[in-house]
């Protein structure tokens, strides 16, 4: 499927690292504009050092006021991705800290929220439709132990997908949901190699994790116009595992 982003513009957060830097550079190669944003400032200076075309926004998302005052500076987008994650790390449901529940909500959840409502109203406003993404995790759809404040993010953040593609749909814009198992970027290749890894890699049908790009390839084809009756979705890319979740 040949993908071409000319001429439109493309807002990315968490362009830095994983994902959201393969699908950085996937965007440049198919002609977008692209908007980068990430709250390490070193990263964001390696990306444009490495990608002179990418316009970087320095912002931690977590401050829902400063966020909001930098998007309000951006011209209006075509294509909205929201990839940046908080991830509060392991722990029994009993015993998360406050504090990680209210970065993991203010990142992945009000994050994603405040990035739309300031950029899918300037997309309303331009009146030419335009395509909203959000990187979500089949762990939105089915829990896993020791990751609560990450699962109630994503199965949130598929709610959020659904509201404003509801909301937002007269305005010719779609917003869907991208929902990966592990996926094979730095991180999740230190992951690989866990007992964990090992149980959710045997009950998956075609036995493996994603690469980045069996991610980033969704992405572009529900940014692009090849998707355009595609609005209000869960696009799962686990190779199967959902369907054999259950021993």
């Given at each position: 499927m040949a993908f071409d982003f000319t001429g439109k513009k493309i807002f990315v957060t968490g362009a830095t690292r994983g994902i959201g830097r393969e699908l950085v550079d996937a965007l440049l190669k198919h002609g977008a504009e692209v908007y980068g944003l990430a709250s390490n400032k070193d990263l964001l200076d390696k990306l444009v050092t490495e990608c002179p075309d990418v316009k970087p926004v320095h912002v931690d998302l977590g401050d829902w006021d400063v966020t909001r005052t930098e998007l309000e500076k951006l011209p209006a987008m075509n294509g909205i991705v929201n990839n940046a994650v908080y991830h509060a790390g392991f722990y029994p449901s009993?015993?998360?800290?406050?504090?990680?529940?209210?970065?993991?909500?203010?990142?992945?959840?009000?994050?994603?929220?405040?990035?739309?409502?300031?950029?899918?109203k300037k997309m309303a406003d331009a009146g030419n439709g335009g395509a909203i993404v959000n990187v979500s995790s089949m762990l939105g759809i089915y829990p896993m132990r020791g990751v609560m404040a990450y699962n109630v993010c994503k199965?949130?953040?598929?709610?959020?997908?659904?509201?404003?593609?509801?909301?937002?749909?007269?305005?010719?814009?779609?917003?869907?949901?991208?929902?990966?198992?592990?996926?094979?970027?730095?991180?999740?290749?230190?992951?690989?190699?866990?007992?964990?890894?090992?149980?959710?890699?045997?009950?998956?049908?075609?036995?493996?994790?994603?690469?980045?790009s069996e991610v980033v390839?969704?992405?572009?084809?529900?940014?692009?116009?090849?998707?355009?009756?595609?609005?209000?979705?869960?696009?799962?890319?686990?190779?199967?595992?959902i369907s054999h979740i259950h021993v």
């Open positions: 009993l015993d998360v800290a406050k504090t990680e529940l209210d970065k993991s909500f203010n990142v992945n959840i009000l994050g994603p929220i405040n990035a739309i409502q300031v950029l899918g199965a949130a953040l598929d709610m959020v997908t659904k509201q404003f593609a509801l909301e937002l749909g007269p305005h010719n814009i779609r917003v869907n949901s991208v929902n990966p198992t592990v996926v094979l970027t730095e991180r999740g290749k230190q992951f690989e190699n866990s007992a964990l890894s090992s149980s959710l890699k045997g009950r998956t049908p075609l036995g493996r994790f994603p690469e980045m390839n969704p992405i572009l084809y529900l940014l692009s116009d090849c998707s355009s009756m595609v609005t209000g979705t869960q696009h799962v890319v686990d190779g199967g595992l």
